[in-house]
Every structure is written in C-alpha cells, then in structure tokens.
C-alpha cells in the first residue's frame, strides 16, 4: 500500500539508426498521432480507465485486425504473444505490474519494456489517459497522453509513447522498440521517496537489461530534449534480434549516445560481465578512429570489420609520457582477432582509404568487437579521425576525456550482455 507521508524522483558491415548532425528542435513533438481511425484523442483507444498503480487487461498481439506479430515477441529467449499496459509508464509479460516506485535493473521478476516507470496517477479531472493504438499493420503505440503524477496531481504532466514494431521480416520474433518522449514535467511522484523514474527493459533474469540515460536521477526530466542514440531529441530506437540486447552481435551492435554539437565524438558505457565475450559498438565511418577507455577495465583485443580496402589497418598506440600517438607498427587485418600484448586504455586504427571513405549519412557502418581484460562497467568513447578534403589534412579525433565534458551533465547508457553458457 502507498505511503502517503513519503518525500516528493563486432567483424562484419551492420546498419545503423544514427544521422550524424540531425537534432530535432525542443518544440518538435515525436509522438505518433493522428493516424487513419485513431480516434478524436489521435492516440487510438483509451487502454484503461483512469487510476492509480493500476493495469489494463491482457491484450493479445492480434487484438487489431491483420496486426503483424505473428509469431509474437522473442524477449531474451522467451516468446509473448499477450502483454500488459500498466499505468505506471510500462509495459509487462506475464502479470500486470502495480509498483509504482522504479526499482533498479536489473530485476528478477516481471520483465517489462518501460518508456518512464515513474508513478503516474489519471485520476483527476486534468490528467490525460493512457491510449493504444495501431497506426498500420506491424505497428503498436501504447501513449501515455499528458498523464499526471501521485496523489492526483496535474500541475505537471507527462507525455510519452512506447512504440513496438513488428520486424519478422528479419526472423521470427523480432521486433524494434522506440521510447518517444515529449514535454517530461515530473519525475517522481509524492510516495515514492524522491527516487526519480526509470526507462529501459528488463529481462525479469536478474541478467539482462537495458537502461536509457539518466534513469533515476534528476537527469530523467531531460528525456524529451536530450541527446539519443538516434540523433533526434526524445526519441530512442532499440532492435531487439534473436531475444538478445543490441552489442550481442556484429548485425545488432551497440549504438552510442551522440551530441550533435559533436557529431564525430560517440559515447558508450556498458556493462562488461563476461571479458571472454566481444562487445559489438557501431558509429559511421570516418579514414580512422580512436578507442579511448575514460573509466572501466582496459582494452584486451580488438576485432576490426573485413572488406574495407586491402583489409588491413594501421595500429597507434598512446605514449603516455610524451601525452602523443605514435605508430606502433602493426597491421590489423579486418576479421582477425588482434590480442594486445598487455591490456590498453586506448588505441587508433588508421587506414581507412580516403577514395574509399564513406558518407556518414550513409547508413553502412565501421563495426567493432572490443574485448576487455576484467569485468566492471566501462565507459568510453569511439572518436572519428576525419579527413578535410578542403585542405588536403587529417583532422585528429578529439582529445581523450572531451566527452566527459561534453556528457558530464548527463546520466550514461548502461547495458548488461546476456552470459552464454
């Protein structure tokens, strides 16, 4: 029962979702609306009546006519073909979900697709509900339309979407998720002890999941106007493939966090619980890169992709007394496997063709499998070494540590990888 005396908070070419310098304006609203038959509300049909911590009914993944899904949803090995919408900003498996405080992942009950797990309360007259709908055959939008927060309080309201969309296209199961935010007022409610909302997913394993920057902390208000890993404000796009999280594989590699200010400078951290595991990171393509390790354990070996040129690559190391890269002498061959001799915080590849050099608006990317030497969370960056074709120079990545400045404001991307046996 709620407390009402609580505090008020990699070796292979994959495609990417990121378009280097496109931001969408604060003002710009992402949500879906407004399709053929979504109604006067322009989200669909209202998914529960209003209430507090409360769920709707279970719904089938064909309860819209010739709605994709077939096969339903593969989630971490397990297949759904029903889910629940809970009130509190998520979607459930299995049971419906009343907590309305967001307990941090991973969890080891009720797996859960969660847009804002926060503790969302329609009940007054000013609150807005919680729609479904389908905009077309392999598309379902759950909208969390102006929603208010406990006790019954509409000073401030919250608007976002949970959008699932069907891609059997690419196997059985297969499915993209998008977390869609607009105008983010609150983050807590009054009974939750000012710990503030939560987005991401969760197994239910105790093993895997996935959490959006800024979840439980204040940073969360920043949702709908922060950096993604799509390069669009408020809006997060993730590929789940086979059940398994982005970075588990070289075709469904982890995606960075980009500031469009900086578009060559991509962020990742990550959870590293397996070092004989490769982790799969995915920018767009520059003539090199820089591997810099700003926290975590240290880089162990490293995969480049194949079929770039002649294949091969040049490898730089950092000389830490002079503070300069320096050409250590080695070729990389892309497809090989390249133990370092002891474990490193930082490497370049150079080598990438400039004739050859892609569009970074082009979606085909440079995908790479690190692996390192400990477990621990590791928070780095890739940085793009590029070429000015004006003045016929090398522009060198940016300085180890600029995106700790550049990110210091804001919560990390935190992923947890799947332990094989």
């Known amino acids: 029962m709620k407390s009402k005396i609580g505090t008020f908070f990699t070796s292979a070419i994959a495609s990417a979702i990121i378009i280097a310098g496109t931001c969408q304006t604060a003002n710009a609203s992402v949500l879906l609306k407004d399709w053929a038959n979504a109604g006067e509300s322009g989200f669909g049909q209202i998914a529960m009546a209003k209430n507090d911590d409360n769920s709707s009914r279970e719904f089938s993944f064909d309860e819209f006519q010739d709605l994709g899904f077939d096969s339903g949803v593969n989630f971490f090995g397990q297949t759904y073909n029903s889910y629940y919408i809970n009130n509190n900003g998520n979607v459930t498996f299995d049971s419906p979900l009343s907590s309305f ?5 991973p969890q080891t009950n009720v797996p859960m697709i969660a847009p804002f797990w926060g503790d969302v309360d329609t009940r007054c007259d000013e609150c807005g509900n919680v729609y479904l709908g389908s905009p077309d055959e392999n598309t379902l939008v759950v909208t969390w339309d102006s929603v208010g927060k406990f006790a019954s309080n509409a000073e401030q309201t919250n608007s976002f979407q949970l959008v699932l969309i069907d891609r059997t296209d690419t ?4 499915f993209d998720v998008e977390f869609r935010y607009d105008n983010i007022e609150w983050i807590s409610g009054e009974a939750s002890d000012g710990i503030p909302a ?14 959006v920057p800024g979840s439980r902390t204040a940073s969360v208000a920043n949702l709908d106007t922060a950096p993604s890993n799509t390069g669009t404000n408020g809006l997060w796009r993730f590929a789940i493939r086979d059940g398994e999280l982005p970075g588990s594989t070289p075709d469904n590699p982890l995606l960075p966090t980009i500031d469009p200010n900086n578009p060559s400078d991509y962020n990742f ?3 590293v619980i397996d070092p004989d595991e490769f982790i799969f990171i995915d920018p767009l393509v520059a003539i090199g890169y820089d591997y810099i390790v700003n926290s975590g354990p240290n880089l162990a070996a490293v995969i480049l992709p194949a079929g770039f040129d002649d294949n091969l690559f040049d490898l730089w190391l950092w000389d830490e007394l002079l503070m300069d890269w320096f050409d250590a002498g080695i070729e990389l061959t892309g497809g090989v496997e390249y133990v370092f001799d002891s474990p490193v915080n930082r490497f370049r590849v150079l080598g990438i063709d400039v004739a050859t050099m892609l569009d970074p608006n082009d979606f085909t990317a440079f995908v790479t499998g690190l692996r390192f030497d400990s477990v621990g969370t590791i928070n ?3 940085n793009a070494v590029v070429f ?3 003045d016929d120079d090398i522009v060198p990545a940016s300085a180890p540590g600029t995106a700790i400045l550049v990110f210091g404001m804001l919560a990390f ?6 332990k094989y046996a």
Request: avoid cysteine; proline fraction near 3%; charge should be negative.
């Open 101 to 105: 405080t967001p307990n941090a992942f």
């Open 171 to 174: 196997g059985a199961g297969n």
């Open 198 to 211: 939560q987005a991401g997913y969760d197994a239910g394993d105790g093993v895997n999941f996935f959490t």
């Open 269 to 271: 951290e990550f959870e």
């Open 380 to 382: 780095m960056n890739q």
């Open 388 to 390: 000015d074709t004006d």
């Open 413 to 418: 991307l935190f992923i947890r990888k799947r």
